[in-house]
């Protein structure tokens, strides 16, 4: 639903640089947390896909088995507020402080869960991003079919590497993004 006009611009700390009197996005310091301590990081993702929320609640950790799914990286960490900011949160990243210990668990991961809320992806390109957590919705729908037969094999981490090389590469990142704005009803850019 969001148009062009939507878009709002903020400072890292969270401040609107041009609000014109606009209702701020809430979580906005996930962003800047991740931004602030990740200069390498230009795009951060965060969603409440519910395929993905059950890695969130159990022990059974989230990994790439799909190699489409190799850009979600070896390693998704777990980050429960309540862990630090005890269970007098509504569990929403309302602050600086949570968004910047949020970071923290995420160290130099590009994808990290959020115990019942949702997952913060960090990509160096806006395009790496939405297509990281496409993949991470498909890899949790997958695995966890997979967990139901039974013990499902993993992406080796060299495999991980030189498949997320492809898929950040115009041969495949060019494709999947025409595919994936065609679906949305937007054009290509
Ligand atoms: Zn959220």
Redesign the pocket.
């Known amino acids: 639903m969001v148009e062009l006009d939507d878009l709002m611009e903020f400072e890292l700390g969270g401040r609107p640089l041009n609000g014109q009197g606009r209702t701020p996005y809430g979580?906005r310091f996930?962003h800047g947390a991740v931004m602030e301590a990740r200069p390498e990081i230009n795009a951060v993702v965060?969603?409440?896909a519910y395929d993905v929320l059950p890695f969130g609640l159990t022990d059974t950790p989230l990994k790439p088995l799909i190699h489409t799914a190799s850009v979600i990286g070896e390693y998704i960490p777990l980050w429960d507020i309540r862990d630090k900011f005890g269970d007098a949160t509504d569990m929403?990243?309302r602050n600086m402080e949570q968004g910047r210990d949020l970071t923290v668990a995420l160290e130099g991961n590009t994808c990290l869960l959020?115990r019942g809320?949702?997952a913060v992806i960090a990509g160096k390109t806006i395009k790496e991003a939405v297509v990281t957590s496409i993949y991470l919705m498909i890899n949790a729908k997958i695995q966890t079919v997979a967990m139901a037969m039974g013990n499902p094999v993993y992406l080796s981490a060299g495999e991980i590497e030189n498949m997320t090389n492809v898929q950040f590469s115009p041969l495949a990142m060019d494709r999947m993004w025409e595919a994936f704005c065609l679906r949305a009803g937007v054009k290509p850019v």
Request: charged residues 10%; glycine residues 10%; proline residues 0%.
């Open positions: 979580e996930i965060h969603n409440h929403l990243v959020m809320h949702g």
